[in-house]
């Protein structure tokens, strides 16, 4: 949106302040995110004219905030009407589906080093607590010759790290019978270049058909070695709840495979917490799913309730307990990953610097997909570099150049 802003004359302010016009891009997909979101409009729609867009929820929250124009994420190459009617004082609404591959398109990237690149739209799901169907529609994936072409760009335009996104990337064109995303992966990696692809999330329903392939792709040299591979629930009885569409044994079997492939990798997931009909036993057995994947990275949620979805109409736990389990959660992941993060003491080897850090520091990732923070200033951004890991935190790893 912002590059399409700069493309019809407009200037990115500073700050709200400085703004003649402020555009509010907001997620939805958590309850807790949501409302604060619509308090987030309301605060500044009372200093300056607004465009609500992204991830607009369905009924009429924002429509009670007068003088509003609205974007949703099938119609961002509105932006630049809805600005320039905000501005001009009209509230228009562009809420219709028409989507329109997010690609090729002007853009400003926060990070000069990371391009993110969308590969689909939507989701072929249905699972009984999410509302991206409601909002996103149905599954559209892009061509893979315009992914390709939108990575060549950013690499001609210095970029070193390309995340490859959307709400399933393991969905990637399973309208021919399975999933594409091998394919796509392979063909991303091989363009000409030294740089890194990092593969986003991916159900494990659409894994299990292609599992092979999928590792097969992962073994080019531009990948890095990290799955995001939602869990959710280790009770057998929650995931059919939820319409997940796999077992918790079928999950931990593709993660070790994706372990005895890789044994120097990142593995992140995903949990629900205090799904409705969740009993102390269902959370025990997400527990020690947990205990048996030890992923790196973990993240953890309270359920809440989404309009429209079957989840929100069945009997709920109560937040006090949804509370207690969140918490002891957490509690099993931090040992989980001091024992992780304690394993790469003493490494050396090439990593890619990717952002900049706190003041002086500067973060990298090596192919294992290990956060690695050393010492440094932007001038090392989007450079492969030698470190040597000398110390450990909660999550990451401290290293210095060598």
């Known amino acids: 949106m912002a590059g399409l802003l700069r493309k019809e004359g407009y200037a990115i302010a500073a700050s709200p302040e400085q703004a003649d016009c402020v555009v509010l891009n907001m997620c939805s997909v958590k309850l807790k995110t949501e409302r604060r979101m619509v308090r987030r409009a309301g605060e500044l729609h009372m200093q300056r004219p607004l465009v609500v867009a992204g991830c607009i929820p369905p009924g009429r929250k924002f429509r009670r905030i007068p003088g509003v124009s609205l974007v949703n994420t099938q119609n961002l190459h509105h932006i630049g009407r809805a600005v320039s009617a905000a501005v001009d004082g ?8 028409e989507e329109r591959p997010k690609l090729g398109l002007p853009r400003i990237r926060r ?33 893979m010759r315009a992914i390709c072409d939108e990575v060549s760009r950013g690499l001609q335009e210095g970029c070193r790290e390309f995340w490859l996104t959307s709400q399933d990337n393991g969905a990637y064109l399973t309208g021919t019978g399975r999933s594409m995303l091998p394919e796509l992966i392979r063909s991303v990696a091989a363009l000409d270049g030294e740089f890194r692809v990092r593969v986003g999330m991916t159900n494990p329903v659409h894994v299990k058909g292609v ?12 990948v890095y070695k990290f799955l995001h591979l939602p869990l959710q629930s280790g009770s057998d009885r929650i995931l059919a709840e939820m319409g997940r ?15 005895a492939r890789f044994p120097e990798s990142t593995l992140s997931t995903d949990v629900i917490c205090g799904y409705p009909g969740e009993s102390e036993e ?4 997400t527990m020690a799913a947990l205990e048996e994947l030890r992923p790196e990275m973990l993240h953890l949620s309270r359920y809440s309730p989404r309009d429209g979805t079957r989840a929100a109409l069945q009997e ?21 990953s001091a024992g992780r993060c304690a394993e790469w003491k003493g490494w050396s080897g090439r990593v890619l610097v990717s952002e900049e850090g706190k003041p002086g520091t500067m973060v990298a990732h090596n192919d294992a997909y290990r956060q690695i923070v050393i010492p440094g200033d932007a001038s090392l951004l989007g450079r492969f570099v030698n470190v040597r890991v000398t110390g450990v935190g909660r999550h990451y790893l401290r290293g210095e150049l060598c």
């Open 90 to 97: 009209h509230a228009v609404a562009y809420l219709l589906r």
């Open 111 to 143: 990070n000069p080093a990371v391009s993110i690149v969308p590969i689909s739209t939507g989701c072929d799901l249905a699972c009984a607590f999410c509302v991206t169907t409601i909002i996103k529609g149905k599954l559209q994936s892009y061509p």
């Open 211 to 222: 599992l092979d392939s999928l590792l097969d792709a992962y073994e080019h040299a531009n």
């Open 245 to 259: 569409g796999y077992t918790a044994r079928e999950f931990l079997a593709i993660a070790a495979a994706f372990r």
């Open 282 to 285: 269902d959370f025990r057995e």
């Open 316 to 336: 709920q736990v109560h937040w006090g307990i949804v509370k207690e389990r969140t918490r002891a959660g957490f509690r099993t992941f931090l040992g989980i």
